[in-house]
């Protein structure tokens, strides 16, 4: 696992379907810090997925592809990487040198390592036939969606605290609003102003908030009567909670609890306004059961095609690479 949860929750669908398609065993490891004590696998206390073994399961083996991680399998992926790139230089691609490719699913090793940041359905799309057939032209988020609703469960303490919170406080219409504003700058003025229409259209509805400052948070309290909120702990200085620097001051397993009871809460809200610039938000995205028309998106690029998109990104990462060290570091 890296990164925020919308990413490894992405990847990890990515790849439970992989491991349907080549009838590999799943095993998922999440002891890299980020969202439980160093060293403690948060995904089992988090999520509940009859597809995935428990860590303990995986076997010792020196069969292990890429090569390069035989021996090393107690690492996280970024160690690993800073163990093998002791001079730190950010691509945004790194993470291809030191994974398995889903391109193919004949891989002769006994054990897979694999980590993106993003969901790798386009790596393996030519490989959905027989049962998986109608999968193959549908879009990636769409096939990804199937495999969340059949495969991924939160823990049934989150799932508790989702169920009581719609209780107290989901009576009535509720419109869920997920503002990503630290690293991944939602429009909040197109936000603002299209939720503002919809209110003088619909009176009585509630706006749920999800959101990683206190700066957004206050906005809305200041704009809106009725806004409701899921405890959550807010760094004051509004950096990606994922990236605080305080963060061993806090417990980082309840906020990765309070951050899926968001989650949950947002997919299970009447309408809804995200950014899917942010994967936390294609997740909620995902999660949502209302009528496609009824979950607007602000990203500016949704009408690009997903390739482009991909493209246009590179260049940018490129740009920064080449200015900071005078150089195009591929991947």
């Known amino acids: ?51 995935v073994l428990p860590l303990a399961d995986l076997p ?45 699913l004949e891989h002769p090793e006994d054990i897979l390592v694999a980590w993106s940041y993003y969901q790798q359905v386009e790596q393996y799309r030519r490989h959905l036939k027989g049962p998986y057939a109608p999968f193959r032209h549908q879009p990636a988020m769409q096939i990804l969606r199937q495999v969340l609703k059949e495969e991924l469960v939160p823990e049934a303490g989150i799932d508790r605290r989702v169920k009581q919170f ?10 869920g609003v ?51 909120e899921a405890p ?23 906020m990765a609890r309070s951050a899926l009871v968001d989650l949950y809460l947002l997919g299970s809200c009447d309408r809804m306004l995200v950014d899917t610039r942010s994967s936390f938000s294609s997740v909620a995205a995902m999660l949502s059961n209302a ?14 095609p997903m390739r482009q998109r991909h493209r246009l990104w590179l260049a940018y990462h490129d740009a920064l690479y080449i200015a900071r060290y005078g150089f195009r570091r591929g991947p």
Request: include cysteine; charged fraction near 30%; hydrophobic fraction near 35%.
């Open 166 to 175: 719609q209780q107290d406080h989901f009576d009535g219409k509720t419109i």
């Open 1 to 51: 696992g890296i990164a925020g949860l919308g990413n490894r929750i992405l990847f990890l669908l990515s790849s439970l379907l992989y491991a349907r398609l080549a009838g590999r065993k799943i095993v998922v490891d999440w002891r890299d810090g980020q969202y439980a004590e160093k060293g403690v696998n948060a995904f089992p206390l988090l999520f509940r997925c009859d597809s």
């Open 291 to 304: 009528p496609a028309g009824h979950v607007r998106d602000f990203n500016p690029g949704r009408f690009i």
């Open 60 to 104: 010792r083996s020196e069969s292990v592809e890429p090569a390069v991680w035989r021996g090393n399998l107690d690492f996280s992926a970024f160690e690993f990487k800073a163990r093998m790139e002791p001079e730190p230089r950010y691509h945004p691609e790194h993470w291809k040198r030191y994974s398995a490719g889903l391109h193919e």
């Open 232 to 254: 959550q702990w807010r760094p004051v200085n509004d950096v990606p909670l994922h990236h605080h620097r305080y963060r061993d001051n806090q417990d980082r397993l309840e």
């Open 178 to 228: 997920h503002a990503r504003y630290t690293d991944r700058k939602t429009r909040l003025p197109a936000l603002h102003r299209s939720l503002s229409r919809w209110l003088r259209r619909h009176q009585g509805w509630k706006i749920f908030l999800a959101t990683d400052t206190r700066t957004v948070a206050d906005d809305f309290a200041a704009r809106y009567p009725a806004v409701i």
